[in-house]
């Protein structure tokens, strides 16, 4: 198991920023971010490596989103700027031995904070 705790959700207008954070009892190799708007799938959103060396993001955030790690502290970041109200959604941390850009490829997930953007 690995537990975390997503954080730094909350109601923010278009074009606003926010920064989540996702502490964790341990990092993996892979963690990313992913998101579930209300009657919608869960989708991808940002995955990082161990060592930041490999970022990768979802099309519809590239640009807007960045996703750091600091495996000292055992924490995610996602640095959220230029909001949209289509980023409205619970956002997600996982955890993966291997990485991925699934649902299914993330064994460990954390309980979500909602964000909300309003126009």
């Known amino acids: 198991q690995v537990p975390m705790v997503e954080s730094g959700g909350g109601l923010v207008q278009a074009g606003g920023s926010l920064r989540l954070s996702c502490a964790a009892s341990?990092?993996?190799?892979?963690m990313a971010w992913f998101r579930q708007a209300p009657g919608k799938e869960r989708e991808f959103v940002a995955q990082?490596?161990?060592?930041?060396?490999?970022?990768y993001y979802a099309d519809s955030v590239k640009g807007r989103f960045t996703f750091s790690r600091d495996n000292a502290k055992r924490t995610l970041y996602l640095q959220m700027t230029s909001l949209k109200p289509e980023d409205t959604a619970v956002y997600y941390c996982?955890?993966?031995?291997?990485?991925?850009?699934?649902?299914?490829?993330?064994?460990?997930w954390g309980q979500g904070t909602q964000v909300t953007v309003s126009s």
């Open positions: 996982a955890a993966s031995d291997s990485g991925g850009f699934y649902s299914k490829d993330y064994p460990y």
């Open positions: 990082i490596s161990w060592s930041s060396t490999n970022v």
């Open positions: 341990r990092l993996t190799y892979a």
